[in-house]
């Protein structure tokens, strides 16, 4: 009870310091609140403690990295640069990750992605792959007292500023190298539909127009180096990263908790339409459109985090249709009203992708999903469609089209060699389509 209070007096010391400064007419955000270090709001746990991943909330291990006994020099940036250079890492904007399912087009070489950590555009690296690799896996081995099973190894790594939205998962661990880290918790079933409204948004943004107005505030901190979180299963969670971070998330993907059975949200809604992708054929319809319209409601009728549930709805109802016309003509406004090369522009860009890849998956329609790729590229190069663009064309053998576009996507991916050769392949086709038409009789 007396570090309970202990806690809930710093935090309201840190609160009336933050309007006083705010009062004052001083530089101030909406994160001032949220600053206190994690050591100072969470619970500290010792390295070692027992089953940490049956926790149920959210907790400090300190001196979790020292424990762990890893390398420091190998695993920094300037060693992994020279050891891990052209590793490709997959690469997301702000809010992209946690829309998409850690889905991303965009594959990067570390030294790359290194070299532009301070660029306008805020580079996230969370990638399972990299521990795939013996040297790398050596870089961080796991400690025994973490180990837990069906859980995976994460590289994150980012400049300031970049992070990843509100998402939920499987009990994780994040151990943080070098760096600090803002933290944002809700508990399962408690997350404010002000925040799902704001999905789509960078974390900073967040920060500035959501969160001050926020009825129920989340748990928030500052992550320092040296130190690891416990986000317990269920348990909603956003970052951003004060400075350059390097750390290693160790989690469960899949989360074992139901949500529906400690609050009704957004995290309780996706569990809802996995649900329903298991009822009978002559169920699916009605309970799709009951979640759809839900979903409208609580996200204000933008309910892109779940564009992927509008593939098997409509495979089972013509209903989905409209859904699908009303969620992509606000992708595209989205798209449109970002400018070129930014990182709303990315995110715009990778949402197109997938509603290119809906259209494929239940129409079969190659014409108007390389329509909207086509579109997402010129606004968005880098965000990595021209792989998919090429490969749509070359179905409709607009074999010109498809060089034109593997050209701009090897012009932002110079290390894809699977796309020079594509490049090369399309190129190849074209111009034999040139000939044989300039071979035919005139009609």
Not at 4 to 31: F, I, M, P, T, Y
Not at 73 to 87: I, L, N, P
Request: include cysteine.
């Amino acid at each position: 009870m007396g570090a309970a209070l202990v806690v809930l007096a710093l935090h309201l010391a840190v609160n009336v310091s933050a309007e006083d400064a705010c009062a004052a007419g001083e530089a101030c955000s909406s994160s001032l609140s949220f600053d206190t270090p994690c050591r100072d709001v969470l619970e500290v746990l010792p390295p070692g403690t027992p089953k940490l991943w049956s926790r149920t909330r959210p907790a400090v291990i300190s001196g979790a990295v020292a424990d762990a006994a890893w390398d420091l020099r190998a695993f920094s940036f300037e060693a992994m640069k020279v050891d891990f250079g052209e590793t490709l890492l997959k690469v997301f904007s702000p809010a992209q990750a946690a829309l998409l399912d850690g889905q991303t087009s965009r594959v990067l070489p570390l030294r790359r992605i290194i070299s532009k950590l301070d660029d306008e555009q805020k580079i996230y690296v969370f990638d399972k792959e990299f521990f795939q690799n013996v040297s790398a896996k050596e870089l961080a081995p796991i400690p025994g007292w973490l180990k837990m099973s069906d859980a995976v190894a994460f590289l994150t790594l980012g400049g300031p500023l970049s992070g990843t939205q509100f998402h939920a998962h499987g009990t994780a661990f994040l151990l943080l190298v070098a760096g600090k880290k803002r933290w944002y918790l809700h508990e399962p079933g408690q997350f404010p539909n002000a925040s799902a409204r704001a999905l789509h948004l960078p974390v900073s943004a967040f920060e500035k127009d959501v969160l001050p107005s926020l009825e129920s505030a989340p748990l928030g901190c500052v992550q320092h180096a040296g130190d690891a979180i416990l986000v317990p299963d269920g348990w909603a969670h956003a970052t951003i990263n004060v400075e350059e971070t390097l750390g290693v998330a160790w989690q469960r993907t899949t989360s074992l908790i139901k949500t529906c059975e400690h609050g009704h949200d957004y995290w309780c809604l996706g569990q809802s339409f996995v649900s329903a992708e298991k009822l009978s054929l002559k169920k699916q319809p009605q309970r799709y459109k009951e979640l759809f319209a839900e979903a409208n409601e609580l996200t204000g009728d933008f309910p892109i985090g779940f564009i992927r549930h509008l593939g098997p709805y409509w495979q089972v109802s013509t209903e989905a249709k409209d859904i699908f016309k009303a969620v992509r003509s606000k992708v595209l406004q989205l798209l449109k009203a970002s400018k070129r090369h930014s990182d709303e522009a990315l995110l715009a860009a990778a949402l197109v992708k997938r509603l290119a890849d809906v259209l494929m998956g239940t129409r079969k329609d190659a014409k108007r999903a390389s329509d909207l790729l086509a579109v997402a590229q010129k606004k968005a190069p880098e965000a990595g469609q021209g792989l998919a663009l090429a490969r749509l064309l070359g179905q409709q053998f607009r074999w010109k089209e498809a060089a034109e576009a593997l050209a701009v996507h090897a012009s932002y991916f110079p290390e894809d060699r699977g796309a020079a050769l594509m490049l090369e392949q399309a190129t190849n086709f074209a111009r034999k389509a040139q000939m044989e038409q300039s071979a035919a009789p005139p009609r």
